[in-house]
């Protein structure tokens, strides 16, 4: 399932090219949102906000369209009057005299006034988004420090959207390397600087996964400003210490770590 970064680019590149355009075709799969589908001909989009997973489309006439891609779902970006070929089911179609935007496979959908959508189960469940870049490093500290999560194991934590929106598998690894803590820490047993550095890197490695994965930066060895230290690389040795990276599940989900650093 993509992350929290990968779902603001995504929101980033559909809000590129549909920002400010008045929809020309809107069509939606489910019949309980059809007759939305004249309503939103000839208003424009206003804003496509993630939060945590979900995406929330804004329109000109007040409507919001919450969707969730789950596992399964993509998003498309194509030009006016252009339907890709694929074996996806096609969910949601937005186009403007020049550009399209398809939603496939999703089957949390929903369009209602943004009132409605905020009362969503999903998103009355969720803690903040980690990408919020008004949260900060002492608000997830007291979050991490509260009755509700306290005495969790960190491993399970932090896959829990209630704790924050937006972690996956892969930051939950990144973030736990970097803070140099093991899955089964819970955060009452941590001494303060540990508390201050784990709540740092909860906010610092999904922004900075954000901002800039995928981008090369040619002044670095390594090429991306963004890379695995530990995900995906069992049987390499850890950049930190030089011991071997391992891997095992948790939470039914892989989990990579190093056993030297994270104690």
Same mark, same amino acid.
């Given at each position: ?19 400010? +355009? ?9 019949? $309980?949102?059809?007759? =939305? ?6 208003? *424009? ?24 891609? +789950? ?9 006016? /009057? ?21 939603? =496939? ?44 999560? *306290? ?9 829990? +959207?209630?704790?924050?929106? /937006? ?12 803070? +140099? ?41 390594? /090429? ?13 040795? *850890? ?16 989990? =990579?770590?190093?056993?030297?650093? $994270?104690?």
């Amino acid at each position: 399932m993509p992350e929290g970064p990968e779902i603001r680019r995504a929101a980033d590149k559909l809000a590129a090219v549909m920002i400010g +355009q008045p929809l020309t075709e809107v069509w939606f799969a489910f019949p $309980q949102l059809k007759h =939305y589908q004249a309503d939103l001909i000839g208003e *424009c989009i206003n804003a496509i906000e993630p939060r945590g997973k979900a995406l929330l489309t804004d329109f000109s006439n007040g409507l919001t369209m919450y969707s969730h891609n +789950q596992l399964y779902g993509v998003w498309k970006v194509v030009k006016a /009057g252009e339907t890709p070929e694929t074996k996806r089911d096609l969910r949601v179609r937005l186009e403007t005299a020049d550009w399209a935007i398809l939603l =496939y496979s999703a089957s949390d959908i929903t369009v209602a006034l943004r009132g409605e959508i905020e009362q969503h189960p999903f998103l009355k469940r969720i803690g903040p988004d980690v990408l919020d870049m008004a949260l900060s490093v002492e608000q997830v500290e007291k979050r991490l420090l509260s009755a509700s999560f *306290c005495k969790r194991q960190l491993g399970g934590m932090l896959l829990d +959207q209630r704790f924050l929106a /937006g972690l996956g598998n892969y930051l939950r690894a990144e973030i736990l390397w970097q803070a +140099q803590l093991a899955p089964e820490h819970k955060p009452q047993a941590l001494m303060p600087e540990e508390v201050h550095r784990l709540a740092q890197a909860l906010l610092e490695i999904p922004r900075l996964s954000y901002q800039t994965r995928g981008h090369v930066d040619e002044n670095r060895h390594h /090429g991306s400003l963004f890379r695995f230290n530990v995900f995906h690389r069992s049987g390499e040795p *850890c950049s930190r210490c030089g011991a071997m990276i391992e891997k095992t599940t948790l939470s039914s989900r892989p989990f =990579y770590w190093c056993p030297m650093c $994270q104690k």
